[in-house]
């Protein structure tokens, strides 16, 4: 009888790890772009960030990336922040590029990763800025932990007025 009750108490533990290992597939996913949203505080300094994500599903409740630049109002500095999936293989980092061009095959390195993602954040710079007012899509290829490479391309469509708008605030 404790054999069959120890059986039993494996497969409960082993099941639903072999469940939780197999990793979703992201290549050939139909995804869906979210609205570019407008978010300033009055906290200490003035900050305006303009956010958009792409999300897995129509009803646009899980978000599989998002990109956010933030615009402190007493200075020039804008930070870039991407919030990338997990199952990445962190070590690897993501790659970056504008229109199918990656603009180093240079990784970029996470800062962190969290419960909503791996974290990748930096200062822009002046041209990089320019770069993505004028590109089509931010393109983004990451190594997932099982060393399949994943491309995700993020459209930019409307992003050059929608961060105009932030520098007027």
Same mark, same amino acid.
């Given at each position: 009888m404790k054999f069959y009750k120890s059986i039993i108490i494996l497969i409960f533990i082993f099941v639903p790890l072999k469940l939780y290992s197999e990793e979703p597939k992201i290549q050939n996913l139909e995804l869906f772009m979210g609205k570019w949203i407008i978010n300033c505080s009055s906290e200490n300094e003035k900050k305006c960030a303009l956010e958009r994500s792409i999300f897995l599903e129509k009803e646009m409740k899980n978000k599989l990336v998002t990109i956010v630049m933030q615009k402190n109002i007493s200075s020039k500095d804008i930070r870039f922040t991407l919030? $990338?999936?997990?199952?990445?293989?962190?070590? $690897?980092? +993501? !790659?970056?590029?504008?229109?199918?061009k990656l603009i180093s095959e240079n990784?970029?390195?996470?800062? +962190?990763?969290?419960?909503?993602?791996?974290? *990748?954040?930096?200062? +822009? !710079?002046?041209? *990089?800025?320019?770069?993505?007012?004028?590109?089509?899509?931010?393109?983004?290829?990451?190594?997932?932990?099982?060393?399949?490479? +994943?491309?995700?391309?993020?459209?930019?469509?409307?992003?050059?007025?929608?961060?105009?708008?932030?520098?007027?605030?």
């Open positions: 919030i $990338s999936p997990l199952g990445l293989l962190i070590q $690897s980092g +993501v !790659k970056i590029g504008f229109d199918g990784a970029f390195g996470f800062n +962190v990763c969290e419960r909503i993602g791996c974290i *990748t954040s930096m200062m +822009v !710079k002046k041209e *990089t800025l320019e770069r993505f007012k004028k590109s089509n899509s931010l393109d983004l290829e990451y190594i997932r932990s099982n060393g399949q490479k +994943v491309r995700i391309k993020f459209d930019l469509d409307g992003f050059k007025e929608e961060f105009d708008k932030i520098l007027k605030i």
